[in-house]
């Protein structure tokens, strides 16, 4: 395994030249170097004994039917698109281990079809709007978004008609019924797996997220002359929210939240400020639990408001809901990860995927990688020769007790 666990780094490093920016590892949707990651993997996947091809919205996809297996598939990968100035390993080391899995299915003789997904989109870089890709195997790609436009006035559709593909085929990118579930081995991208000195780990779910900009309306005034007891200062009050978001996030179990971004107006330094607005972004793997902490800090922005005579308002960009990992899957997973002498621990993904999109169609679950330093979206993103081959022990085990389990379905006439 260690030669296979090389093999893929190298891989993946060579993936990371192919890229929009000499030196940097930058490729957004349907981008110009897509066409020779394609190449790439496209030419591996002949190797293996694959059928390949690019459906309608660029997602890269080979599949490979045994002669044993029924017409059920199991569906594996991840995305290749990235962030500006990004690591080699965020998405693409799932597609290459995925490949590598077919090899090991192929040696076990495992009798389950595989098909690899090298999802075009997911990072909503190009077009500010993420899984284009997945959401087009899932069934769920609304017609609409092919109408944005990104600051240089291209389109979607237009990306799409450059890179020689047909938008009007999209609906047929969607995955039918044949489908087992879906399976995304990816970095952790935090610092959990690394902390804990853990190699992997098996996903249970991927947490909600609610988006929003809380805005504070005082009254902006000279700084050397309103007298502090007749202030009213915007950005005061945005600073103790702030605090507050922080304090609830650090008393709360399995809670992060984060202000980012604040924009304050006139934003002299010898004026008061009168108008201040800040981002949220609040996470949470419970539903119940993320409602409920921010109405709580809606509830104290109101009472900031109100004692230091400001106006305040809340708005929602965003409000996804937790997506659970299929509890079969990810029991398999863990079996698997235990079948080879690691611990097995389970977390939730602080991050999204395309697995969340796809949950939404068929059984879905992932695998985690640890991320040394907790690095991601960074140049220093990196993982460990160990864990990759780690990562091939697990795959081995998790597909031949798939293939265990089909075979007694078959048997038992059970499709």
Request: charged residues 25%; proline residues 5%.
């Amino acid at each position: 395994m260690r030669d296979r666990a090389e093999r893929i780094l190298e891989d993946v490093r060579r993936i990371a030249t192919m890229s929009e920016e000499t030196g940097r590892t930058t490729r957004r949707y349907l981008s110009a170097p897509v066409h020779d990651v394609h190449a790439y993997l496209g030419a591996r996947m002949d190797t293996l004994g694959m059928t390949v091809h690019v459906d309608s919205v660029g997602n890269l996809r080979g599949v490979w039917q045994p002669k044993m297996a029924g017409e059920r598939r199991l569906l594996l990968g991840s995305h290749i698109d990235t962030v500006p100035d990004a690591g080699a390993f965020d998405g693409v080391l799932g597609v290459v281990l995925a490949l590598e899995w077919v090899v090991l299915a192929q040696e076990s003789n495992v009798p389950v079809s595989i098909e690899v997904i090298a999802f075009s989109e997911e990072e909503g870089v190009r077009f500010g709007v993420p899984f284009l890709g997945s959401r087009a195997v899932a069934g769920t790609f609304d017609p609409a978004l092919l109408t944005l436009r990104n600051a240089d006035g291209v389109s979607v559709e237009d990306a799409i008609r450059t890179f020689g593909l047909n938008p009007a085929l999209i609906p047929d990118a969607a995955t039918g019924d044949d489908a087992i579930g879906f399976v995304e081995v990816h970095i952790e991208q935090g610092p959990v797996l690394d902390t804990e000195g853990i190699p992997l780990a098996a996903v249970t779910a991927i947490v909600g997220q609610t988006r929003g900009t809380m805005e504070f309306v005082g009254h902006a005034n000279h700084a050397g002359t309103t007298p502090m007891p007749l202030r009213r200062d915007a950005l005061a009050a945005a600073a103790e929210w702030i605090t507050a978001v922080e304090s609830l996030a650090q008393s709360t179990a399995d809670l992060v939240a984060t202000v980012g971004r604040i924009s304050v107006k006139p934003n002299a330094g010898n004026v008061v400020p009168g108008e201040v607005h800040v981002s949220l972004d609040l996470r949470h793997p419970l539903d119940d639990g993320r409602h409920a902490a921010v109405d709580s800090l809606v509830q104290k922005a109101r009472e900031i408001a109100d004692r230091r005579g400001l106006v305040n308002a809340w708005q929602v960009q965003i409000d996804q809901s937790a997506v659970p990992m299929d509890a079969r899957l990810t029991e398999a997973l863990t079996d698997a990860i235990g079948a080879v002498g690691l611990p097995t621990k389970k977390m939730v993904s602080g991050a999204g995927h395309d697995a969340m999109v796809m949950a939404s169609r068929v059984p879905t679950a992932m695998l985690f990688l640890r991320s040394p330093g907790g690095i991601s979206h960074h140049p220093d993103e990196t993982v460990l020769l160990d864990d990759v081959e780690c990562a091939l022990r697990v795959g081995r085990e998790f597909l031949q007790e798939l293939g265990r389990r089909q075979d007694v379905q078959s048997r038992d006439g059970i499709q």
